[in-house]
């Protein structure tokens, strides 16, 4: 009787423990949000590449979320460089990779692409997750806001792609998501890096 309890008890702290991380997460998001929406901050800006960035967050997010790393696909040139902050611009990618993991359905890839623009980088995060409503497209970047399940995955607070938009944003850059055939693309446009 007692190891029947005992287990019943560490189950309860393994919930209880589970439900505060995912209480600071939320609390750490909003903060975050609000400090770049409120405070608008000028974020130096130095050259970025975007592979060894991508392979870090890659290995990083296959490794949490059990995606497999072969499912998400550096479609760029291996060169490109932008102009960014780069915790803000990591965590702004992490975002939205993470996002787009969460929308895929199991065994479709996640793609990260782009071309150069004159003195931009166009870059996209496409998934396959069945795309959102056209009405919708904007709607996504409102801070809380989760989709009714059209979409395949679960979970999140829905201030992903808002932190990641403010971020962007910040970067002197933009985000904005269109629909694709099976899934969402998710475009960014950052300036270019001198080479």
Known sequence: MACEKDGGVDELRLRVEQEIGSMQRLVDGTLELAWLDTERPHLPLEPVELLPLWELLTENASFESGFAADRLVFELDAECRVLGHLNSLAQALENLLRNAIRHSPEGAPV??????Q????????????????ADQLETIFLPFTRLDGARPGDGGFGLGL????????????RLWAQNVPGGLRLNLLLRAANV
């Open 118 to 133: 004159g003195g931009h980088w166009k870059l996209w995060l496409e998934d396959q997750g069945g795309g959102v409503g």
């Open 111 to 116: 793609r990260l692409g782009g071309n150069r």
């Open 162 to 173: 808002s932190i990641a938009r403010s971020a962007i944003e910040a970067q002197q850059g």
